[in-house]
T-cell receptor, first 115, second 112 residues
């Protein structure tokens, strides 16, 4: 079946602009996660949704970052007033449920470059 | 101290060699453990879960030592296609926490 998809695959923007990154999870997966990966580092947790609600947003670096999942499926990560330090690969993952043993499946990521 | 620590490598090994990676974690309440593989400019993909009793999948063996808080991955008879970054992942530790905590990854290069 279809895996996790993310759009766009690449996004180049200028400092100070607003961007939206989209994630389409595996059908039937109730849990959705956003991570950020910088060069040479492992992915870093940003936010986790169970259904429509953000169950854990402790990884969002500041209030310029916001994410929604209004219908419990597709999620959008929104970044306001982008900064050069926001440049990274943004990964989305989904899992069947919130169990700690459930495997998280990752999308191909969106590579964000802030000039 | 980082929550999950790995030697970043790179580990350069000849084909057919056996190579082992270790990973330590700081939260003794952590509940689930995984090894993910990540190829260059690709997303992480699950290689195997790590169970207390240890588990094996073909040439790959994973071990968990809760007392010492470390996880290991052993790759036997290395293939060129095993070249990748191996990410140690720890989940849970606090009730209701399902986020993955990743190590920085260990780079493996298998040489012909």
């Amino acid at each position: 079946g279809a895996g996790v998809s993310q759009t766009p695959s690449n996004k180049v923007t200028e400092k100070g602009k607003y961007v939206e990154l989209r994630c389409d999870p595996i059908s039937g997966h109730t849990a959705l996660y956003w991570y950020r990966q910088s060069l040479g580092q492992g992915p870093e947790f940003l936010i986790y949704f169970q259904g429509t609600g953000a169950a854990d947003d402790s990884g969002l670096p500041n209030d310029r970052f916001f994410a929604v999942r209004p219908e419990g499926s597709v999620s959008t990560l929104k970044i306001q007033r982008t900064e050069r330090g926001d440049s990274a690969v943004y990964l989305c993952a989904s899992s069947l449920g919130p169990s700690t043993t459930d495997t998280q499946y990752f999308g191909p990521g969106t590579r964000l470059t802030v000039l | 101290r980082k929550e999950v620590e790995q030697d970043p490598g790179p580990f350069n090994v000849p084909e057919g060699a056996t190579v082992a990676f270790n990973c330590t974690y700081s939260n003794s309440a952590s509940q689930s453990f995984f090894w993910y593989r990540q190829d260059c400019r690709k997303e992480p993909k699950l290689l195997m879960s790590v169970y207390s009793s240890g588990n094996e999948d073909g040439r790959f063996t994973a071990q968990l030592n809760r007392a010492s808080q470390y996880i290991s991955l052993l790759i036997r008879d290395s293939k060129l296609s095993d070249s990748a970054t191996y990410l140690c992942v720890v989940n849970g530790g606090t009730s209701g926490t399902y986020k993955y905590i990743f190590g920085t990854g260990t780079r493996l290069k298998v040489l012909a």
